[in-house]
Every structure is written in C-alpha cells, then in structure tokens.
C-alpha cells in the first residue's frame, strides 16, 4: 500500500512536472518574423508575441486594433476595452511605446476581419512601460542656420537692388 | 551631331533652375511649420536651414546670369531634367538630418522616389519619425506628382517658356488653352479632392477613436500621396496600419481619381459627363484594369486556397488597383506574395508596366499609348486589306474627336519600347546583383513605372549599385525619357566643347 502511495506521489509529481513545462513552452515567446515564414506552422493556432505598441489604437466595433513592432516585423492585434486600458503609452517621435506580451490566436486570414492577419488576444500584459526620449536641440545646425539667414537677407536685398537697377536702366533705355 | 550648347544656353538653364530651387525653399517652409507647430523643434530647425541654403543658392544664378528670356525647346527639357535631380539633392537633406537613413544615398533615393511618385523606402523606423519629417516625405509626393515644374510654372515662370517646361515634365496636353491656365486647373482639381478627401479620412479616423491631430495628419499625408500616386504612408505597415476596410475603399477611389487623365476631369467638371462614356483612353483603362484583374484572380485562386470571397477579393483588388495606378499602397505584408502564385505576380507586372493615363499623376506607359498602338495596327490592317485606291482613316475620341496619324503611333512605339527596354535593364541589373528574375523584374517595373510595390528587395541593405539604378530608373520613368535624353546630349555637347 505505502509502495503504491510513494508511486502515486511520484507518478503525479512527473506529470506535474511535465505539465509546468507544456505551460511554459505555450508562453514561449514567437519572434513576429517566425509567424510571417512559417505561417502553415502556426496559422489558427495559440501563440505568444512580444513587441512595442506603436502609432494608435483604433477602434473596430466592439473591439480595437493595436500594431506592435518586432524588430522589423510587426503584426495587428485584436484586444479589448480592458486590454487596451492597460496600454498606457504609444511609441511615435521621441517616444517609445510600451512593450506588451500577448497571447492570443494568429489568423493568417481572419475570417472574421475580412482576411487580416492578425492575432486575437487573450491575454495581455505590459512587460516595460514606454518612455520619452529627450530629442535635444543641435547647437551646431542653429549656429549654421543662423549665419545661412545673414547671408540669405543680404543675397535677396542684393538681388532685390539689382533687379530694380536693372528695371530703371531698362526704362531709361526705352525712354 | 550634337548641337552645341553655348554659353548663353548654360546662363539661362541656370537662371531658370534658380528659380527653382528657390521655390524649393519656399516648400520647405511648410514642414518648417509642421514642425514649429507640433512643437518639434529640432526638425523645425533643419528644415529652416535647409530653406535657406535653398533660397540663396537659388538667387546666385539670378544675381549672376539675369536672363529673363523665353527658353527653345532644348533649354526647356534640360532643365525640366536637371531640376529633377537638383530637387532630388535638397529634398534628401532634411531626411538625411533625420537620422532616419543610414547614408546620404539613401535619403536621395527615398526623395526621388517621392518627388518621382513611386513609393520606394529606405526610411528605417518610420513609426518614431518627427511629424515635420514626415509630412515633407508626402508633401514631396504631392509636389512631385503635380509636377515640380508646374508649381514653378505657378510661381516664377512666366511668357512664352511655360510651354516647353510644361511638356517636358511628361505632359503633352494642354487641358485650357493657355499653359499657366492648365497648370492653375490640375491645382484647383487637386486642392479640392484634397479637401473633400480629407474631410471624409479624418472623419473615419475621428470615428476610430484616433486623437485629431493625428487623424488629420494622418488623413492629409494619405491624400497627399495616393491622390498623386506615390504611395507612401505615415507609418511602416502602410495601408495594412488602418486594418479597415473602408480607409482601403477610400484610398482606392482617390487612387482611381488620380490615375485618370485631368482633361476627363475638366470635361466632368466643365459639365460634360458623357465624356465618361466616351473617353476612349478610358473605356481602354477599365477593360485593362479588368483583364489584368482576371489574370492576378486566376494566379490566386489556382495557387491558393481562401477562407472566404472577400479576403480573396480584398488583398488580389487592392493590390492591383494600386499597381495599375501606380500608387503602390498595400493592405498586405510583403511576406504575403511568397504565397502568390508566379502568374498572380505576372499580372501585378503587367498592371503596373500599363500604368494610368497621359497627363495624370500615373507612371507607366500610359493606357493612352497603348491605345494609339492599337489603332495603328487595326488601320495597318485595315490598308492592307482594302483595294489601294482606299483612304483608311482611324478615329477615336479623347477629350475630342482624332484621327490616328503615323507620327502618333510612331512616337507612342518609342515610348512603349523605352519602356519595356528599361523595365528589362533593371530586371537584369537585379538578376547581376542574385536575385531571381521574377523578383527583380516586378520590383524594376515598379521603380521604372513609379508604382511603389515590393517584393522585398529594395531595403536600406540591398547593394548601393542597385538603389543608384532604381533612382535612374524612377528619374527616366517620371520624365517619359524625352527631357532626359536631351540633357544627355546637352551634357555630351559639353564634354566635346572641351
């Protein structure tokens, strides 16, 4: 009885174990381009996908799209209004978006957003929250720009002057 | 041989382009204001610098030359060419001091590409580019796509040289009887859609709960480059960003619009629909948009298996509405044409290498030259099998009624054949750099035709010898070749003047 009891234990342990495992490998993270190459792969199927969320999120209905970028490859996701809630910054000029891990199912051709690829997510969360990136001004371009604006009045009103010179010359010729 | 160019030809050219590249500073003063407004200061400051450096480099040749004549045909087409490539430079400037391109001959690609209309990038994290930046990439499309020349045309030139700048920027109608009229028309047809557009895209964008700002940003720069078909988008993803199906229906009916020739466009606006009807460029337009349509259907449906008629109908349609307009927007990723079968990709090709009609913002050979070919072969035809004594004579009606004549068709052929010559050079310079035919083909077509589509080739990392052939092959398309050729011969008449 105590050798059976011992080998349940250890028998639940094993699968256990190897369960965790199952979950964690369903978390592994895809690179977007993986889902762009091996599309017959991964086509209808659950997948995990990281990257920042860029530009905006746009309404569709009851739903909202997000475009997250991955390196050079980027992918629409379908979230909802909780899920977008927890959006709180996206990356454009001077900024950089949130980083967000989703998981969800990826649709070669949606069938229900008119053959979008796209990933439905289920399960969102932010992994780093965007930041602002300082974009400081050139002091040399400004120094450059400021000498460009003497030299250009003093060209324009040189060429101004000779263009009236030349104007007067030519009415006093005809005269 | 070659006639010489003198002295008093170089003084005028430049007296011209200097003129030019001031009106070039003048432009960028707009993005100046994208950027003082957006409250984007370093941008705001490259732009202001390279205004400057536009406008006094363009007053020197006026201070220096003050030849305020009337321009030959050969002065006109140098520098309608030269001008091209001189925008080309200054337009590259404020992009290359955006960090956003990794050499100089990037920035000069991505500029050509956007004054010539094609919608070719090289831009590198396009989603974190400034507004300012940003706005002058599509305000070069639409400047571009009037025509550099005409804005000048608008401004600064005046007399009887209009003409021969006017036809040089690949335009041979005059819409109204007077050139600067004409030029005053394709603005007022332009800036009203742009208003119309914009209005409805914003409103879309508003409604999809994106800020106004952005909205109207976003719906300015879409009009600015699909109306005048060079396909650029604010954002990396281009048309696919929106995942909405009615911005796609709304980009492809201003893509459609732009496309047509702006004589049509007078006649509907002057109040004569039934040129609609009667249009023969036209009517040739639909029926090739149709049959090549069929073709890209037939590549898809055999190759591949879709879960329903509309994606189907959604990613083949948009594609190739895009391709024969030359606009080049795209609502899939290029990844997805590893599934399109080779005869799908063939008729994108042939869609594209068509293009959109004469005296339109559309690249290609032009549906009006395919046409013209037509009709003289039917009238050879027709001459060889009637009794001799026959007078054969072949009409069609285009704005007005015409008749075919030998000198026609005889410079629509040379036209037709440059093209293809070149399309097949660039597909060749592809194959030389070891990419495979069809891939390099499509993406020769698109720079050649100024389309914008790609399979992929054309990145920041493909070889500089193939971007440099790509920014000829986009100057020589725009132009129609013409203009070019006579720079060509004006810049060997000055290597043996020497």
Known sequence: MKKTFILLIITLLVAGISYSKDIKNSEEVIPIKNLFEQVSLYDGKEVVVQGEVIGDIMRDGEHFWVNIKDGDAFMGIVIDALQKDKIGCLGRYGIIGDTIKVRGTYHLHCPVHYGERDIHAEKLEVLESGYTVPKPLRIDRIVVSIILGVITIFILLYAQKQSIHRDTDGQQTKK | ?498
């Open chain 2, 1 to 498: 041989m070659i006639p010489y160019f003198s002295r008093e030809d170089v003084g005028l050219i430049l007296y011209y382009l200097g003129k030019i590249i001031k009106g070039m500073g003048i432009m960028m003063l707009i993005p100046f204001f994208v950027g003082v407004i957006n409250k984007e200061w370093a941008p705001s400051v490259d732009f202001l610098f390279v205004s400057l450096l536009s406008l006094s480099i363009g007053s020197i040749p006026l201070i220096i030359f003050q030849e305020d004549r009337d321009l030959n045909w050969r002065q006109g087409m140098s520098i309608v060419a030269i001008c091209w490539i001189v925008a080309m430079f200054l337009g590259a400037i404020p992009l290359y001091l955006s960090g956003h391109y990794l050499s100089f001959l990037d920035a000069s690609f991505e500029a050509m590409s956007a004054f010539a209309t094609t919608g070719l990038v090289l831009v590198n994290d396009l989603d974190h580019m400034a507004y300012a930046y940003n706005f002058w990439r599509h305000f070069m499309c639409f400047i571009g796509g009037q025509g550099i020349i005409l804005v000048a045309i608008t401004l600064f030139v005046r007399g009887g040289s209009v003409f021969k700048v006017y036809v040089g920027e690949a335009r041979e109608e005059k819409i109204m009887p007077n050139v600067i009229q004409t030029a005053r028309f394709i603005w007022l047809v332009s800036l009203t859609y742009l208003v119309i557009f914009t209005v409805i895209l914003t409103g879309i964008n508003l409604w999809r709960n994106i800020s106004p700002g952005r909205a109207l940003f976003h719906s300015v720069c879409l009009f600015m480059a699909g109306w005048d078909t060079a396909g650029f988008a604010v954002q990396s993803q281009n048309v696919l960003y929106y995942h909405s199906p009615i911005i796609e229906l709304v980009t492809a009916m201003f893509c459609l619009l732009g496309a047509v020739n702006f004589g049509v466009h007078y006649a509907v606006w002057t109040g004569k629909p039934r040129e609609l009807l009667r249009n023969y460029e036209l009517k040739l337009y639909v029926a090739s948009i149709l049959a090549t349509f069929f073709i890209v259907c037939t590549g898809l449906v055999v190759h591949f298996q879709f879960p329903n008629f509309i994606s189907f109908f959604r990613e083949g349609f948009y594609q190739l509405v895009s391709s024969h307009t030359g606009v080049g927007y795209s609502n899939i990723s290029v990844q997805n044409f590893s599934y399109w079968s080779p005869l799908a990709i063939l008729g994108l090709i042939i869609a594209m290498g068509l293009g959109g009609s004469s005296t339109s913002t559309a690249g290609g050979i032009k549906i009006l030259r395919i046409g013209i070919i037509l009709k003289g072969i039917k009238k050879e035809l027709k001459i060889l099998t009637s009794p001799e004594s026959t007078i054969v004579v072949e009409k069609f009606h285009h704005i007005r009624d015409m008749t075919i004549e030998d000198n026609h068709v005889k410079m629509s052929a040379i036209i037709t054949i440059l093209y293809i010559t070149l399309y097949l050079v660039g597909g060749l310079i592809g194959v030389f750099y070891g990419y495979q035919f069809l891939p390099s083909l499509f993406e020769s077509v698109s720079a050649s035709a100024n389309v914008g589509l790609s399979m992929g080739i054309t990145s920041p990392f493909m070889p500089a010898g193939l971007k440099i052939t790509y920014i000829i092959q986009m100057w020589l398309g725009r132009l129609e070749f013409i203009s070019a050729f006579v720079l060509i011969r004006f810049l060997l008449s000055l290597r043996s003047s020497e």
